[in-house]
């Protein structure tokens, strides 16, 4: 299976982007759909976006929707998070996470079961 290294996250203000990346080594990424989810603190682990194996599907948390894209790019092993127009309640850690063989149906925590060490996205006013 897969292991997962995210990377990117930062302070940064209202407003701005930020792209995460999130590494993956091991066999077979292509075989895996993968999301995005975030924490923030106090709270449970949230939805943000899910891709398809293949890269022709996507799906947003209707928070993210229009702001945030999520691709991946299989002969690097890598799924990005591209965050625009970053809001103060954008604040969280961003987990990266892979289903095998899971599709863009797969939008709670109980479907993934690899995940990475998460990264912080802190977004001022």
């Known amino acids: 299976q897969v292991q997962l290294v995210e990377s990117g996250g930062g302070l940064v203000q209202a407003g701005d982007s930020l792209r995460l990346s999130c590494a993956a080594s091991?066999?077979?990424?292509?075989?895996?759909?993968m999301a995005w989810f975030r924490q923030a603190p106090g709270k449970e682990r949230e939805f943000v976006a899910v891709i398809s194996r293949s890269d022709i599907m996507a799906y947003y948390a209707d928070s993210v929707k229009g702001r945030f894209t999520i691709s991946r790019d299989n002969a690097k092993n890598t799924v990005y998070l591209q965050m625009d127009s970053l809001k103060p309640e954008d604040t969280a850690v961003y987990y990266c996470?892979?289903?095998?063989?899971?599709?863009?149906?797969?939008?709670?925590?109980?479907?993934?079961?690899?995940w990475g060490q998460g990264t912080q996205v802190t977004v001022s006013s």
């Open positions: 996470a892979a289903a095998l063989y899971g599709s863009t149906s797969s939008r709670d925590t109980k479907s993934f079961n690899i």
């Open positions: 091991g066999r077979a990424f292509s075989a895996y759909a």
